[in-house]
Nanobody
Framework: QVQLVESGGGLVQAGGSLRLSCVAS????????MGWFRQAPGKEREFVAA????????YYTDSVKGRFTISRDNAKNTVFLQMSSLKPEDTAVYFC?????????????????WGQGTQVTVSS
């Protein structure tokens, strides 16, 4: 079992930045792929970014490329999402996810481990 706790959400103006954190419990963090998804009101949960267990592979949805950066610190069981140049359309609840691989995390997200989510609101 993996438990995930997100933090760092909040209200920010368009063009601003936020850094989300996700702390994982359990001894499998360092061997797990980690990722971030988001869900806006009335919309499906969507993939945002993912990182391999060793941090050497990162993947992003097109809409956040060049603005968001995912990273991890295996010594602290923590994954981060640095968000810059935020836009109102980035407003959503952001969820941390864990899975055995980045491929299965994106192909079958219903089987991911999930955090409780953190709200990000970008005002125009």
């Amino acid at each position: 079992q993996v438990q995930l706790v997100e933090s760092g959400g909040g209200l920010v103006q368009a063009g601003g930045s936020l850094r989300l954190s996700c702390v994982a419990s359990g001894d499998t963090f360092s061997s797990s792929a980690m990722g971030w998804f988001r869900q806006a009101p009335g919309k499906e949960r969507e993939f945002v970014a993912a990182i391999t267990w060793n941090g050497k592979g990162t993947y992003y949805t097109d809409s956040v490329k060049g603005r968001f950066t995912i990273s991890r610190d295996n010594a602290k069981n923590t994954v981060f999402l640095q968000m810059s140049s935020l836009k109102p359309e980035d407003t959503a609840v952001y969820f941390c996810a864990a899975r055995s691989s980045t491929v299965t995390m994106r192909s079958s997200p219903k089987n991911n481990y999930w955090g409780q989510g953190t709200q990000v609101t970008v005002s125009s």
